[in-house]
Structures are given as structure tokens and as C-alpha cells.
């Protein structure tokens, strides 16, 4: 079974910076894609970032240019550096992390960490 192990959440005044991590173990096909959602209080869950094991990124658009997503293939983990944050960036923050085996898709989901900007 594989599980999603994040950390790095708090509180963060506007402008500030935090960084996530997220370490899957387990059986983990190794062609993947990891990435970031997050869900806002009344709101759905959306994609904030994704990588693929082969390094192909996906932002979304109200994060570029603020956030960045990375990965460490050989320890199955996910970064996701937020840089200059706001008030709307305010959420839980789940890791993610599905792949194809060839006969299944197989999708995961962290704990989730709370992210809160503020002043």
C-alpha cells in the first residue's frame, strides 16, 4: 500500500514563503506524476502544481511565477516552494501521486497540511 507523508504547513504572513514536502513509500511505479491541490473552505479542490517522473510540469495559472514544484525521484518525494504568498493562497494542501501500471490507474492522496497566510 502506498502512502503520502506530508509536511511543512503553518502560518505565514503575506509575502512570506513556505515549503512543502511530501514523501511516498511503498510499491510506487516508477512512471508517475506527483503534484499539489489544495481546497479553500467552500471551495473545490483544485490542482496547484504536478510533475511528472519525466519532468514535464503543470502550474496552475494563479501560482505561476510564485510557486514551484520539484521532485526527488530516487526518494519519491514532491516539493512545492511557495514564494510571496496571499490570503487567497489560504487552504489545505494535499499531495497527490497516480500512475498507470499497464493494466490499472492507481491515484493517491496525502493527509493534507493547512496553509494559512495572514496577517
Known amino acids: 500500500q502506498v502512502q503520502l507523508v506530508e509536511s511543512g504547513g503553518g502560518l505565514v504572513q503575506p509575502g512570506g514563503s513556505l515549503r512543502l514536502s511530501c514523501a511516498a513509500s511503498?510499491?510506487?511505479?516508477?512512471?508517475?506524476?506527483m503534484g499539489w491541490y489544495r481546497q479553500a473552505p467552500g471551495k473545490q479542490r483544485e490542482l496547484v502544481a504536478s510533475m511528472t517522473s519525466a519532468g514535464n510540469l503543470n502550474y496552475a495559472d494563479s501560482v505561476k511565477s510564485r510557486f514551484t514544484i520539484s521532485r526527488d525521484n530516487a526518494k519519491n518525494t514532491v516539493y512545492l516552494q511557495m514564494n510571496s504568498l496571499k490570503p487567497e493562497d489560504t487552504a489545505v494542501y494535499y499531495c497527490?501521486?497516480?500512475?498507470?501500471?499497464?493494466?490499472?490507474?492507481?491515484?493517491?492522496w496525502g493527509q493534507g497540511t493547512q496553509v494559512t497566510v495572514s496577517s
Open positions: 511503498g510499491s510506487i511505479f516508477s512512471i508517475n506524476t
Open positions: 497527490n501521486l497516480r500512475y498507470y501500471s499497464g493494466t490499472y490507474y492507481y491515484n493517491y
